[in-house]
């Protein structure tokens, strides 16, 4: 996880608040304003399993990091992000609203088959300020106009199971499917 750390000085840890996310990264990224440090990547969301983020987006400890653009699909190879209904909004200290934050759990496979993992993604984005789209400003010097607003960061980790007050064991999605590949040497396949 280090490598991903390359742009930030030694001893220095990547911890920031939902309004830090939003105010000092997502916002200066919107309006096409250099973000310093600039650390934070930009990822297209479907191609990656949330186990194959590390080394792609900026990872501390065990989060990730990534800027992408706001899309419906969140379709992997081998799942997809499914929304846990949560929505929060995201407020300054002085009680202004700055953006939202959306809560996505990862399934393997397809419903209704799908199995539930551990990987949460918070997915934080601005607020809407109004129609962007269409209007006189968009045709304006033969430019169509771009909304900057699409722009989302998102932070993803594994929830730790541990205060579910079972025994402490807890297998990651991986092992999970792992061993039940072990069951398919006891199902028997027409040749």
């Excluded at 129609?131 to 980790?157: A, L, T």
């Excluded at 929830?159 to 590949?181: A, H, M, P």
Aim: net charge negative.
């Amino acid at each position: 996880m280090g490598d991903n750390n390359v742009n930030l000085p030694p001893g220095f840890r990547f911890y920031p608040t939902d309004e830090e996310l939003v105010v000092h990264f997502l916002h200066r990224k919107a309006s096409l304003l250099p973000c310093h440090p600039d650390v934070i990547p930009d990822l297209d969301l479907h191609p990656y399993d949330p186990w194959e983020l590390d080394g792609k987006a900026l990872g501390e400890g065990n989060q990730w990091y990534f800027y992408s653009r706001r899309t419906q699909n969140r379709i992997t190879s081998n799942g997809y992000w499914k929304p846990m209904g949560i929505e929060e909004p995201i407020f300054t200290n002085t009680s202004n609203k700055i953006g939202m934050k959306k809560h996505f759990v990862f399934y393997i496979g397809e419903a209704p088959s799908d199995i539930k993992t551990n990987w949460i993604m918070q997915e934080y984005s601005l607020p809407d300020s109004g129609p962007s789209s269409g209007g006189k400003s968009s045709k304006r010097r033969g430019h169509s106009k771009i909304d900057y607003r699409k722009w989302v960061i998102c932070r993803v980790h594994e929830r730790n199971c541990d205060d579910d007050g079972d025994d402490g064991i807890e297998l990651s999605c991986l092992d999970e499917i792992f061993l039940s590949l072990d069951d398919l040497d006891e199902i028997s396949l027409p040749i």
